[in-house]
């Protein structure tokens, strides 16, 4: 099984969701068990992709979850109201949350605890410095170790940059990855449509977390294709 998680991050106004949503699903990928497809839009869109869920094999995540349960704070999205969205999986540690709003690793792990405890399965970002501590605290926790956890590896030169990591190179890390863990490991970090295959050719890598190239509907449907070839 392989898995393609669209990240859409701050981007798409209604308009254009409402375009891409009508986009995509003029030609919805196939019915594929080996192919999970889950898109990330941001918070306010989710309830828009609530048919687009229920009518194919395509699940729907949210790009990061509240610390907190459901109750008094303000602002906060909590795993409870996601799961009423259909969602069924978060990013959790993305670089971006890790650089711009401060999230560290016991942050990560707080929060990966909320999504498993309404059954949203994380997808953990990991960078290349850091990600033996990074999945070790996950590891070591009881709530979090031997739960169902996707992680993905995303070299932080390589996201929105237009410069992914070379694909033998992206490989070879995953497989340090995979000593450590049975979870299955993505690669992000400019993917698109012209370079997937070469991703997703590598056995070791269980798929790719995609953000820019994702806003377009059918460089995602590429993307899918690629899977194929
Ligand atoms: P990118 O971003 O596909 O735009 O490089 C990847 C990510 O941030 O997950």
């Known amino acids: 099984m392989k898995y393609l998680v669209a990240n859409f991050k701050a981007n798409l106004g209604e308009n254009e969701i409402n375009q891409w949503i009508e986009e995509f699903t003029k030609e919805k ?24 869920v229920s009518n194919s094999q395509v699940k729907l995540g949210a790009q990061d979850l509240s610390l907190y349960p459901q109750g008094a704070y303000t602002g906060e999205i909590s795993a409870q109201a996601l799961k009423e969205q259909k969602v069924e999986f978060v990013i959790l540690g993305h670089s971006e949350r890790r650089r711009y709003f401060k999230e560290n690793n016991e942050m990560v792990l707080e929060k990966v605890k909320r999504a498993l405890n309404s059954s949203i399965t994380p997808i953990v970002c990991l960078d290349k410095d850091n990600f033996k501590q990074q999945i070790d605290l ?3 926790t009881p709530a979090t170790s031997n739960q169902q956890l996707i992680y993905a590896y995303e ?66 449907h590429k993307i899918c294709q690629s899977l194929h070839e």
Do not use: M, R, W
């Not at 990928?29 to 687009?52: E, M, R, T």
């Not at 030169?157 to 890390?173: M, Q, R, S």
């Not at 990855?177 to 979870?183: A, Q, W, Y």
């Not at 050719?201 to 820019?212: C, N, P, S, Y």
């Open 29 to 52: 990928p196939a019915d594929n068990d080996q192919l999970q497809v889950v898109i990330c839009p941001s918070f306010l869109h989710l309830f828009k992709f609530k048919n687009l």
């Open 138 to 140: 996950l590891n070591q």
């Open 155 to 220: 070299p932080l030169e390589a996201i929105g940059t237009g410069e992914p990591e070379n694909p033998a190179a992206a490989a070879n890390i995953i497989s340090q990855i995979k000593n450590l863990t049975k979870s299955p490991v993505l690669y992000g970090g400019s993917v698109d449509e012209n370079n997937a295959g070469l991703f997703l050719k590598q056995t070791v890598i269980d798929g790719l977390l995609v953000a820019t190239a994702s806003l377009k509907a059918s460089n995602l």
